[in-house]
Nanobody
Framework: LQLVESGGGTVPPGGSLRLSCVMSGFTFSNRAIGWFRQAPGKEREAVACTPSGGGSAAYADSVKGRFTISREDAKNTAWLQMDSLKPEDTAVYFC????????????????????WGQGTQVTVAS
């Protein structure tokens, strides 16, 4: 089982990035998928998630209206579209999958996810 994130980079404030998360070695469908981030010196925090069966997403207050999570199970891929980026969005971004349990509702609790990617760096700076 492998989760691989990509799409990170450096953008100026107000810019956009689209992160991808590809799962291999396991069935992507019916897995809750979450995006999390960790900035230097700070704890990991939730960004966005979708429940096991797809459907309504949940977002951290800090990214609502700016970030959009999506997924296409046939491609074993999830995305995080990030618009209107701010310097405080700078962090390593991780995608995670809930493998052992099924979540009917989106969960932003990192403890509910049991498989993680290696992360991709996002830097927002002038």
């Amino acid at each position: 089982l492998q989760l691989v994130e990509s799409g990170g980079g450096t953008v100026p404030p107000g810019g956009s990035l689209r992160l991808s998360c590809v799962m291999s070695g396991f069935t992507f469908s019916n897995r809750a998928i979450g995006w999390f981030r960790q900035a230097p010196g700070k704890e990991r925090e939730a960004v966005a998630c979708t429940p096991s069966g797809g459907g309504s997403a949940a977002y951290a207050d800090s990214v609502k209206g700016r970030f959009t999570i999506s997924r296409e199970d046939a491609k074993n891929t999830a995305w995080l579209q990030m618009d209107s980026l701010k310097p405080e969005d700078t962090a390593v971004y991780f995608c995670a999958a809930a493998i052992r349990r099924w979540f009917a509702m989106p969960t932003l609790d990192s403890g509910d996810y049991d498989f993680w990617g290696q992360g991709t760096q996002v830097t927002v700076a002038s």
